[in-house]
């Protein structure tokens, strides 16, 4: 699970300052504030980390990507090139290779440098520490220098003091490991924007486990990006009918493509999941129940059928309100994803009636409390803010404050973007709560009660 999140120069953020990440994260405001900044830069590193391409420092992507983000002009903070995006992240371990490590916490740092045509890490560095001290643990990290004719030398520090380095005009040199024995290195380059030389390893030293060697730290690196799954907010339109090869897709698509093939692929491993989809629809008001079923005997066409009440005929996916065929996704990839995953939902309640709206927060704190995923949102819904609220008052299924971390998006007239925590204490109030965060709903009545008024005296 994320724990921190923080960048800087990115797009209309000239810095968000620490974001505390919670089970569940909200991120609401006006629209074109920077909102989805914030979830495309976590979308930008985990299609850095799945590229084939190793020395590519950060896949800003296309059409076929997460996030489409253009080219190094425009993702810099005022199109200041060059320039540098600094980020950090910590995240909590609760499997890795060494077992069970519920007590420690993992930080990544890096500063990475835009030029016109190129881009290049300066520094990264991990540090490990117990979740409930300071940030006091072992850090180890590389700093890159570039002369005048581009040739790297990568620095190797643990704690900063430099103990090792890499020269690219070199083939071999002595490096110096941590336990202060010199080994000879061939030389390599880093791996994309946060992994040491392949053939450079060294260690972070902890009292309870030892040594924690670099590997292994990029390999918890790229798990935790693998653990993201992202539904955007513009889903596909429902379909008559839908093709299914067998196949087990990793989640349901950014647009939700690949929901039938998902609810078909669960029925041979995971029942529960079509269950749990089935009894939130029905809770929701939104149909009496669903199924998938082959259009014909050994075809791989399939329908999704729905009855909208329990005597209703069945109908297709296709001729019922469009508001069913975009909350399906959302439900089957919070109910399908493995335990301990990272959900982004980008406006999971368009085109949903304020009821359904609201709806959500109990599905999504269903989902935090029983299955361990880690929900981060962004959304426009009053709604759903309320019953989040209304819950952590009622302590509904051991909801509380802590569990949730709700922020406020807004720009100023420079364009740039600003971050507020929204103060959520223990009875559900938020506390600063911001001038015009939905609107004016008291002026709009305050401005109709006057309207009524001069038009009634105007009769008389």
Not at 75 to 101: A, T, Y
Not at 107 to 125: A, H, L, P, R, T
Not at 217 to 225: D, M, P
Request: one cysteine or more; glycine letters at 6%.
């Amino acid at each position: 699970m994320l724990t921190q999140f923080r960048f800087e120069n990115f797009k209309s953020w000239r810095d968000t300052g620490e974001i505390r990440m919670a089970p569940l994260t909200g991120i609401f405001g006006p629209n074109s504030s920077g909102k989805t900044a914030i979830l495309q830069f976590l979308l930008m590193l985990k299609q850095t980390v799945e590229s084939s391409d190793r020395n590519l420092v950060l896949n800003l992507g296309n059409e076929r990507t997460f996030a489409n983000l253009g080219t190094s002009y425009d993702i810099l903070h005022q199109h200041q090139l060059p320039g540098n995006i600094r980020f950090s992240l910590s995240w909590k371990i609760n499997e890795s290779i060494f077992g069970m490590m519920d007590n420690y916490i993992l930080s990544f740092m890096s500063n990475i440098k835009f030029d016109v045509d190129q881009i290049n890490v300066e520094e990264f560095s991990y540090q490990l520490f117990q979740k409930n001290e300071d940030k006091t643990g072992n850090k180890v990290g590389a700093r890159i220098n570039r002369d005048k004719n581009r040739e790297s030398k990568y620095v190797i520090f643990e704690d900063c003091p430099d103990f090792g380095e890499y020269n690219s005009k070199k083939d071999l040199l002595n490096f110096h490991c941590v336990d202060g024995e010199s080994k000879e290195i061939i030389y390599s380059e880093l791996v994309k924007s946060y992994g040491f030389p392949i053939n450079a390893s060294f260690s972070i030293l902890s009292l309870e486990m030892g040594e924690v060697f670099s590997p292994v730290l990029v390999f918890e690196f790229e798990s935790l990006f693998s653990k993201i799954h992202y539904l955007g907010p513009l889903r596909e339109y429902p379909q008559r009918s839908y093709l299914w090869s067998g196949e087990r897709p990793q989640d349901v698509g950014k647009k939700g493509e690949f929901i039938a093939s998902v609810l078909l692929a669960c029925r041979k491993q995971d029942l529960n999941v079509e269950e749990r989809v089935a009894y939130w629809l029905k809770e929701l008001g939104l149909i009496h129940d669903f199924q998938v079923q082959p259009i014909a005997k050994n075809r791989q066409e399939y329908e999704i059928r729905v009855r909208r009440f329990s005597n209703s005929p069945e109908v297709l996916i296709t001729d019922v309100g469009f508001g069913v065929s975009q909350i399906l996704p959302v439900l089957v990839l919070c109910y399908y994803v493995p335990e301990g995953s990272i959900v982004i939902l980008e406006q999971p309640e368009i085109h949903l009636h304020p009821s359904v709206q609201a709806g959500l927060a109990d599905v999504f704190i269903d989902v935090i409390k029983t299955r361990n995923v880690q929900i981060i949102l962004e959304s426009h819904s009053e709604h759903l803010l309320r019953r989040l609220q209304r819950r952590i008052a009622e302590e509904h299924k051991d909801m509380t404050a802590e569990d949730a971390a709700l922020y406020f998006c807004s720009i100023d007239d420079t364009g740039t973007s600003k971050l507020t925590e929204l103060e959520l204490d223990t009875y559900g109030n938020i506390n600063n709560w911001p001038q015009g965060f939905f609107g004016d709903e008291m002026g709009d009545l305050v401005a109709m009660t006057e309207a009524a008024m001069r038009r009634q005296a105007a009769k008389s």
